[in-house]
C-alpha cells in the first residue's frame, strides 16, 4: 500500500513539472521558435526584466522648443551646447536628428540623445516632419522636391550651415533626396536603415563625397539589410551594425549607437 501511494506521488509531481515546463515554453511554441520568449527569459532570470537607466548626466542641459512658421509649421527641439562647467560655447558641429514613423524629436529627447550630443560640445535640432507630433501635416510635401524644399528651410531658418543629418526609416524619403541634391551642404550623414535606398542609381552613390556612418541592427534582415547593401556604394562609409537590435536599433541598444554616433562625429572635426 505504502508503494502505491508512493508512486502516485511521483506521478503527481511529474505532471506538475510537465505543467510548469509548458506553461513557461508556450509562448515560445506559439512563436514557431523553441527559444523562450522574452517574457519567459525574464521569468527564469535568464535576463533583467528592463534595461539598466543610463547614467546620470552631471551637466545640466536644457532642451528648448520651438515652431518655424510656414507651410506647414514645423515643430523643433534644440539642445545647444556647453562646457563641463554648462557654459554654452560655440558648437563642435551642428546635427538635425529626423525620426521614423512611429517617433518624433521627442524621441531624442527621452533617449537622451540631445542632452548627450549637447553635453559633449554639439548643436542637436530634433524636429518633427510633417503629420507627426506637433507638426500639422500637409499637402505642400507630397514630391521629393518638396520634401527637400523644406529641409533647406528649415536649416537656412535656423542657421544651420553643414550639419550632420541623420536619417532613420521613413525619414529617408527627406533625406535621400536631400542628399542627392545637396550632399555638399552636408558635413556628415548618419542614416539608419532608411527607406528610399533603391531609387539611387550606382553612379549617384559614386558621386555623393558625404562621410557616412552607416546603423543599422543585427536582426533588421528587411530594411536594414536592403539598405546596407545601397548604401555601402557611398565612397566615404563606415558601418555599425548592432548586435541583437531591431530595426529601430538605437531605441533597442541606445549604448552602443551613442558610443558609435560620437566616435563618427568625432572623426569628423
Known sequence: MMNFFRNRLVVLG?????????????????????????EVQQRMGLIAASPPPPPPNSINITVRTGQLPGDPPLFFREALPVDSAGRQIVPRLQMVLLHGQAFTSKTWEELGTLSLLASNGYQALALDLPGFGNSPDSESVKSDQSRVDLLKRFLEALGVLAPVLLSPSMSGHYALPFLQKHSAQLHGFVPIAPVGTRGITPQQYRDIQTPTLIVYGELDTNLGAQSHKNLIQLPHHTVVKLAGARHACYMDKPREFHRALLDFLSKLE
Open 14 to 38: 511529474l505532471v506538475l513539472l510537465a505543467t510548469v515546463l509548458l506553461y513557461l515554453l508556450l509562448p515560445s511554441m506559439r512563436q514557431g521558435s523553441m527559444e523562450p520568449s522574452l
